[in-house]
């Protein structure tokens, strides 16, 4: 008769160096798991979207190509200083203009989504726009980044931030007078 009170694991594998064999085959084999997305995520380029109408900075960083992805990459590591500052319009505005510069750079987006959330998550009134922005960055890294812990992350941020919207709209229509739209229709309306 097998004990009720004995798990799963130690059912099937009598002894503790069977499970620790079977434990690190299964690890060996999960590390080795393909990524279920482009190869080096050549699909995110933002289909055409326009994240930033600044113009690059050729005067410092050159000309061409290398001068783009120069600038991406110093406005990426800023951008990233500034959401840790917690000062995220200003990473937010960093981000867009170094994905605009380099949209194949999953880093980018991944940056800028996790920007976009916390903003979203920490204001006092969340703006439906900015939720919305969001939503669509992390599904494209969820669809098309190539790392599959960042796929994970989209993925979990994408629906959480689906249900953060759906609860953010719902507040706003039992009460209109403290909406964000409200807010800017009739700013001077107390």
């Known amino acids: 008769m097998i004990d009720k009170s004995s798990s799963l694991l130690e059912r099937v594998f009598s002894s503790k160096r069977t499970l620790q064999a079977a434990c690190a085959a299964g690890m060996f084999f999960l590390a080795h798991i393909p990524a279920l997305a482009d190869a ?11 994240y930033s109408k600044d113009r690059a900075n050729t005067a410092y960083f050159g000309t061409g190509i290398s001068g ?5 990459s110093t406005l990426r590591f800023e951008g990233e200083q500034e959401t840790a500052a917690e000062n995220y319009d200003l990473a937010i505005k960093k981000l867009q203009k170094a994905v605009q510069l380099d949209p194949a750079d ?3 987006h991944i940056l800028l ?9 920490k204001s006092p009134k969340p703006d439906e726009k900015q939720i919305a922005q969001a939503i669509e ?16 992350e989209g993925k979990r941020e994408t ?12 507040y706003n229509l039992d009460h209109p007078e403290k909406s964000q739209v409200a807010a800017k229709e009739s700013p001077n309306k107390l």
């Open 40 to 50: 080096i995520s050549p699909a995110i380029t933002g289909d055409g979207k326009q």
């Open 68 to 72: 783009r992805l120069t600038e991406a």
């Open 106 to 108: 999953p880093t980018g």
């Open 113 to 121: 989504a996790r920007a976009l959330s916390t903003k979203v998550r």
């Open 137 to 152: 960055e992390w599904k494209l890294i969820w669809h098309h980044d190539a790392d599959l812990l960042e796929q994970v």
């Open 159 to 170: 629906r959480s931030l689906q249900k953060f919207a759906k609860a953010v709209a719902k």
